[in-house]
């Protein structure tokens, strides 16, 4: 066997361990910066001089034309000259960060496999057998099983009726689901961010549909002082608004979504870190209160939850405060709802969401 060698490139070497390390930076100021590559650029540029990461042999510039390259930012025409901005295969690239960033933080026993919690007579066949039944169809039948279980029985292949085994079957079921993001102003609050971290769950539960789930839905709402669909293809550039926050006209807006659905799977998941502090009123004006919960604007919310229980729709919520006051709301509406509620920190509620999503399905049948 020959063997050819050549001088080691050492520049060439960390470049290959830098890129990716970059690219992922990169994604992480793109939810900040609400998708907004030149900012996401200039946040790159200050933090990579400050580590080292950039000098005279590899500039920022050179990073942004890698990124070029790969498709993952094009250049297009703006009103004070041209403007980098992320392509399709870019917003794409979001989307599996933020699916990989958050099934690592899953724990091993919480991945889930999207399944209905029953056996079902029709769908994937599983390594697991029953005593066969009336009305099952025969080519669910075990032979080998069946055979075995006559010649245990009688010492010969003399099938009877108590011999069949069957196997059982697994159905994938569809799920609709909406997805509740609060963007009123206390999600920036204080300084701490748990905008970002939401986007990151909107994002990946997006790419979990579209890569493995391809017959579920996956709706977003946003709510503010109102509520109102946004395509998944806006999830990158959502941000932060002057907002009170409207939970019922969210809660509304999901549930007409929902009842157009054909799928009897249906879910909503709100994220949310306030009280319902705004409401639309029957003329579209908006009564808004921020001091406190008041009562009118809680029990009109309580009721949209009611209404989303008669229809068959729970409603999951994650609450990212323990306030104790906005904890007793959260268990109202749950109760009403007969829904579950989650109450987390920004760091934990990405990996709540996504177990929820992949293990927490409901089945009719």
Known sequence: MDY??????????????????????????????????????????????????????????????????????????????????????????????????IFQGLRPDARGDHRTRHAGDHG?????????????????????????????????????????????????????????LDISHSMILYGEDRITPAKRVALALCELVKSRYPKDTLDVVLFGDEAWQVPLAELPYVGVGPYHTNTRDGVRRAREILRRSKTWNRQILMITDGKPSALTEPDGTIYKNPNGLDRRIVNKTLEEAGQCRRLGIPITTFMLTKDPSLVSFVEQFTAENHGRAYYSSPDDISSFVLVDYVRNRRSRS
């Open 124 to 180: 994937e066949r599983t390594s697991e057998t029953r005593p066969w039944q009336f009305g099952d169809p025969t080519q669910s039948i075990d032979f080998g099983s069946s055979l075995r279980n006559a010649y245990a029985r009688s010492g010969s292949f003399g099938l009877s009726q108590d011999d069949l085994e069957v196997y059982e079957t697994e159905h994938n079921t569809s799920c609709a689901t909406v997805l509740l």
């Open 4 to 101: 050819r060698y050549t001088a080691f490139d050492l520049e060439a070497a960390r470049l290959r361990e830098l890129l990716p390390r970059l690219e992922r930076i990169f994604h992480e100021l793109l939810l900040v910066t609400d998708g907004d590559v030149e900012a996401a650029l200039q946040h790159l540029e200050r933090i990579g001089e400050r580590y080292g990461w950039f000098d005279e042999r590899f500039t920022v510039q050179d990073f942004h034309q890698w990124l070029e390259r790969r498709g993952l930012i094009r250049t297009e025409p703006g009103a004070a000259g041209p403007k980098a901005v992320l392509s399709a295969a870019g917003e794409r690239a979001l989307r599996n960060q933020a699916l990989e960033t």
